[in-house]
C-alpha cells in the first residue's frame, strides 16, 4: 500500500471524527472511504499511537469512534482543528513572499498554529509534508525591495500620500510621481501597488520592483467610498488596465479542453464549434496581457477581434518568423 493512499485516508478520518457530532463506526468510515473494516481499524489503532485524541465508546450496541470534546473545543475561536491543519499546510507557499515583512509575519504565524495543534498532530503533518509538494509560479526576488514593500505597507495602512519615482517599463524611463496608496496586490508572483496617481489623475497600478525611490509625503488621503479594489481589477486580464476591448479569440480542437477547464477572465464565454475548435470571448480592459496569452498558445490560437489586437498579434508572428528565419539564414551562410 502507497504511503500516500494512508496518510490521505487518515487525514479523512480525522477530519469525519472532527466534524461528527455522535462519532461514526469504523463500518460507515469504511463506507465512507470505500474500503475494508479491518484497513479503518488498523488506521484508528495507527491515529491512536501517534497521539491523537480519538476513543471509542458503545453506542446502541455498536462501537463509536470519536475525537475528545476537550481537543474539539480547547482552540479558541475562529479556529478548528481542520482549520488550523490546512493553515499548516499552506506554509508551504511562503516562499512566494520570501524578503518580505509578509514573509517573517506568516513564518511566526505558522510557528504559533504549529504549538496549538494537539499531541501527536505534528508528527502527522511531517508525514503530509512529505508527500505533498506545493509549486509555486515563477517569483521575483523581493528581498532588495523589502524597506519600499514595508513602506508602502505602512502608508497603505496610515492613508498616507507618497511621492515615488517609477520607472516605466514600456517607455524605458523613470517618472516623479505622488500616489495615494489604496491597496497592495499580489498576482502572479509580482507584488502591485493600487493607488490614484495625482500625475495622471485617476487610479493606476503600480509594480514594487520598479518602485525606485519612496519617501512620504505628511498628506493624508481618504480611500473614495464607491472604490471596490475587485471591481477595479476584474476587467483586466492580468493586472494592468486600459480602454475596454470585446475579444474573440478561435482556439483549435487540440487545446480546446485546456481552455475549457479554467476561468481565464470573470465574463468569459465559451462557443464550440462542430470541428471541436472553440471561440473565446469576454471584454478586457487593455488588450496587453491577452496579446502575450494569445502568442502563448502558438498556431492553435487565431484572434478574431478586435482588430489592433489581432494586428499586433501579427506583429508579433512576424517578427518571430523573421527571427527564426535570420537565424536559418546566417547558419546556411556560415556552412557554406
Known sequence: MARGDQLGRQWRIIQ???SSKLGRSASDLAADLDCHPRTVYRDLEALQSAGFPIYTERVEGKNVWSVLDTVKHHIPVPFSITELMALHFSSGMLNVFNGTVFHD???????????TLPPGSVDFLEGMDRILHIGTTPRKDYVKFKEILN??????????TVEIIYYTMSRKRET?????????????GTFYLIGYCHVRKEIRVFAVDRIKMLSTTGEHFEIPDGFDPQEFMERSFGVYQGEPARVRIWFSDDVADYIREKIWHGDQKIIGNE??????ETVVAGTEEIRFWVMMWGGNAEVLEPPSLREAVQK???AILGHYGRIRFEKTIGGS
Open 105 to 115: 509575519a506568516l513564518k511566526s504565524l505558522f510557528k504559533k498554529v504549529k504549538a
Open 275 to 280: 470541428d471541436g475548435s472553440i471561440i473565446f
Open 16 to 18: 469525519t471524527l472532527i
Open 316 to 318: 508579433e508572428a512576424e
Open 151 to 160: 513602506r508602502i505597507s505602512d502608508a497603505a495602512l496610515e492613508r498616507s
Open 176 to 188: 516623479r510621481r505622488k500616489v495615494d496608496p489604496y491597496r497592495i496586490l499580489f498576482f502572479s
